[in-house]
């Protein structure tokens, strides 16, 4: 099946190695010093010394050995692959006794274990468990635990078999069950490896089947897996009957047959964020609950237009040009509707008002480009509908190559950039091919270009050091989407400008983008978060005004970050190309940039930290030298400074882990403000609680959900939960808050800074789930432009039609909320769980109806 690893995402593990096919790899060395301490805790208490289970190991090694392929194994001697097996055994029972909970110290066990590994790797663990090669034999595992625990199994300690019953409860099913052994029972073949145990349940399923017979031999796990099945099928559990666990044998003794599908591994079954279970759920219709009206039953997993059913809601709001007045009254007939020629309203880039502030811009910088509010009483008040014809966008991963025409219906990119297959028009889609004007034959092959440029030739991008990229002009991301893959974060940004709605195409995609300029302001990100900045014809004049704007590019890169330049100043002779090369090349070498490469169309510095060549620059009059000042200090609405800033030594600039253990990196600078590790290490567990919650309280597939914007992120911790899931997060930290988003970027997150009392830069419909933690409360007593119902209209325009809002606040303003949420045509639930500080609280779940304009 695995054919010229073509298939290497559905077997390669992504943080530890188990058993001898993926030993020794690079990258997977972290988790390799956390094995010895899975082994010493294993050992702890028994009087018993590693040697002692080696040579237990050895005794049994020919057996052992056979389980793998021969040149697999025989690269190692007897002792090596005993000293593999061991480790890796203990690693595997290590995660069977946390999750068990099945001997006095495995909460402590837990700690140590987390804090060794960090959250993130904690938490993926379980998927690398479950690779086809990485396996370690279940005989190892069995004669390991006998030997360890020989004394033990009248203490209180439960036997080896009831510990993978627990754990495999907890890995498939929504919660454990204590299934007991039955009298006299004999179990006539233990399973290989954990992974047959799935696969006898996926396979066999219940006793119920037809072609299962009473004289079958007892296999405990399959028996286990068969009596939740049962269980699940009582009048009294009839809820879980959505969820059910079907098997193939199950549903052929139904009459319902299949057909080879041509998929050849398990890379559709995953589990959930916090990995207690897995599910694999059959595609079923299923009237949304969320829709009171009944006027929708969808299939999940595909794609949905109901549009034309939308004009049938009932509902009172007018169509009606509003501005905001003071004071805010909302009508009873609910908030009025823009007319529908404002689909695509963004406040503070709408041109009708920068037109009238041109006289006031400095164009020659492209200010113009830049964000511009109108005051308060200059904004709309109305709801921002969709446009004719709108359709519940394509999921993920599908929309990354087609959306609907109709949701951006925009011809002109295609026009001007088809033949650099930017985009291209295909019925009633928009086709994406991945290309890009200096990549028009694909994303893929340029960034393998890219990958060799900057190691020369011995690797790609990650190798490089680069996880975290910021896309200037970005076009319509395609750029940033074929860097997934190689589990590089992009923060992509253009401005509105002739290039019409690109970041709405990037959007419609599924791809993180936001509109924003670099013109003469600092652009909302911190001081040293990026790896790489990527500029390809991104119709930016870097060698105008002194450099000002290379010096920002200077502040975002870390410290060996890249700066990537694919213009013709790069390549082209003619003109006054060389010209501007020159003065690019006079200026990187003021600011101590090395050029590394410069091949094809395409240029790479390299920024080095260098103060002492920084300094004699300076004395030379070819580098300004900035004034101590506080990065500390967001960077919202701040102008450029036409300077470089000094590195220190301090732990803000030093060398951050690859993903995903930088999932779990502190920042030392949070120090500052009063968190330590162990804050830190509580709020990461406490969000990857909550989000399993609000899963299982949305009822929704988890393909439903592509776009998400945490709106005051604080530490990251909700993004982070949402790592192993099939979304991208944008982190919000508004500006009047405790500054933590370089502690987001250091988690290898993507963010912005903002302040809620104005609009937010990106397109109506941007988004599939809105996040807000006690934000709203923190803009109380301020009239600003940011009452609750200022940002409550905001959070419609920005979310997409049957989109989420999750609200945690006051209960002062969540029931506010719940009165005026039906005048925003949202429908709401209010659910109660435990806050950060072990209370019970509200949580206001509210989803945006769809409707049109008839």
Request: proline content about 5%; overall charge neutral; aromatic content about 12%.
């Amino acid at each position: 099946m695995r054919i010229d690893n073509q298939k290497s995402d559905d077997y390669d593990p992504k943080v530890v190695s188990l058993g001898p096919y993926h030993h020794g790899k690079l990258e997977l060395n972290f988790v390799e010093d956390f094995k010895p301490k899975a082994l010493e805790m294993f050992i702890h208490g028994s009087n018993k010394k590693q040697d002692f289970f080696l040579e237990e190991i050895i005794r049994e090694i020919d057996d052992f050995r056979s389980c793998y392929l021969e040149e697999f194994v025989n690269k190692y001697n007897d002792y090596e692959f005993a000293r593999m097996m061991l480790l890796d055994a203990c690693f595997i029972i290590n995660d069977i006794e946390i999750s068990t909970r099945s001997t006095p110290n495995s909460a402590s066990k837990q700690s140590n274990t987390i804090k060794h590994l960090g959250i993130a790797v904690y938490l993926v663990i379980k998927r690398d468990l479950y690779l086809l090669e990485n396996q370690v034999p279940f005989l190892v595992l069995k004669l390991l635990v006998n030997l360890r625990y020989d004394n033990d199994q009248g203490g209180g300690y439960h036997s080896f078999e009831e510990k993978v019953k627990s754990y495999c409860s907890q890995m498939f099913f929504d919660k454990q069950e204590d299934i007991k052994m039955k009298e006299n029972t004999i179990i006539e073949t233990d399973p290989p490896h954990l992974l047959e145990g799935f696969r006898r349940v996926l396979v066999n399923g219940s006793d119920d089947e037809a072609n299962v017979t009473q004289s079958r031999s007892y296999d405990f796990i399959f028996d286990y897996f068969r009596n939740c099945w049962r269980k699940n099928h009582l009048p009294h559990k009839s809820r879980l009957l959505t969820n059910m666990f079907r098997s193939v044998m199950d549903l052929k003794s139904k009459g319902i047959h299949f057909r080879p599908s041509g998929i050849d591994s398990l890379k559709g079954v995953r589990f959930t964020s916090h990995y207690y279970y897995g599910k694999l759920e059959l595609p079923c219709w299923k009237t949304v609950r969320w829709m009171s009206n009944g006027l929708a039953s969808i299939l999940l997993s595909g794609l949905v237009d109901i549009a034309n059913l939308a004009s049938a809601l009932d509902f009172k709001n007018k169509v009606s040009l509003s501005y905001r007045v003071i004071p805010l009254n909302i009508p009873e007939t609910g908030v009025n509707v823009c007319p529908l020629k404002l689909n695509e309203y963004i406040p503070c880039h709408d041109l009708s008002y920068i037109k009238e502030l041109m006289p006031k811009l400095d164009l020659s910088r492209k200010e113009e480009l830049e964000r511009h509010c109108p005051p308060p009483d200059r904004r709309l008040f109305c709801l921002v509908p969709p446009p004719t014809d709108y359709k519940i966008p394509i999921r993920w991963p599908i929309s990354r190559d087609y959306v609907w025409r109709s949701n951006v219906n925009h011809t002109r990119l295609a026009e001007v950039k088809g033949g650099q297959n930017w985009v291209h028009e295909k019925d009633q889609l928009w086709w994406f091919p991945g290309g890009g004007t200096h990549f028009k034959h694909g994303a893929s092959e340029y960034i393998e270009r890219l990958g060799n440029m900057t190691t020369n030739e011995k690797g790609d991008l990650r190798s490089a050091g680069i996880f975290q990229v910021l896309d200037v002009g970005c076009g319509v991301a395609s750029f940033s989407a074929y860097l997934l893959p190689l589990s590089i974060e992009t923060m992509s940004f253009a401005p509105k400008d002739g290039h019409e709605n690109q970041i709405q195409f990037a959007l419609e995609r599924g791809i993180g983008a936001s509109i924003a300029a670099i013109a003469t302001k600092q652009l909302p990100y911190p001081s040293n978060s990026f790896e790489m900045v990527h500029c390809s014809r991104c119709r930016v004049d870097w060698h105008k005004n002194d450099g000002i704007l290379l010096r920002e590019v200077n502040r975002l890169l870390r410290s060996d970050g890249y700066f990537v330049y694919s213009a013709p100043p790069a390549y082209r002779k003619d003109k006054d190309f060389p010209q501007i090369w020159d003065k690019l090349v006079h200026l990187t070498s003021g600011m101590c940039w090395k050029l590394i490469a410069r091949e094809v169309q395409t240029a790479i510095w390299i920024k080095q930290e260098n103060n002492s060549c920084l300094q004699h620059n300076a004395e030379e009059k070819l580098v300004n030298i900035c004034d101590s000042q506080d990065d500390f200090k967001p960077s919202w609405k701040t102008p450029l400074r036409n300077c470089i800033t000094l590195s220190d030594t301090s732990s803000n600039t030093k060398k951050l882990p690859p993903l995903p253990q930088r999932l779990s990196e502190y920042s030392q600078s949070l120090s500052r403000l009063g968190i330590d590790r162990e804050k830190f290490l509580a709020d990461t567990i406490y969000w990857q609680d909550q989000v399993r919650h609000y899963w299982r309280l949305m009822d929704v597939n988890e393909k439903e959900i592509r776009n998400v914007m945490d709106m005051s992120s604080s530490l990251g911790g909700f993004a982070v939960a949402l790592s192993t899931w099939p979304v991208w997060v944008m982190n919000v930290v508004p500006v009047t808050m405790n500054n933590t988003l370089f502690a987001v970027y250091d988690r290898g997150l993507i963010g912005t800074f903002h302040d809620w009392c104005e609009p937010f830069s990106t397109y109506p419909r941007s988004y599939d789930l809105l996040h807000a933690n006690n934000l709203i409360s923190h803009y109380k007593g301020r009239d600003d432009g940011c009452l609750l119902e200022d940002i409550m209209l905001e959070m419609d325009r920005i979310l997409r039609p049957q989109g989420f809002i999750i609200i945690r606040d006051e209960e002062s303003i969540i029931s506010r909320i719940q009165d005026l949420a039906p005048k925003f045509l949202w429908d709401v639930q209010l659910h109660y769980l435990e806050d950060d500080r072990k209370k019970t609280g509200s949580v206001l779940f509210c989803r945006k109806r769809f409707w049109a304009i008839a």
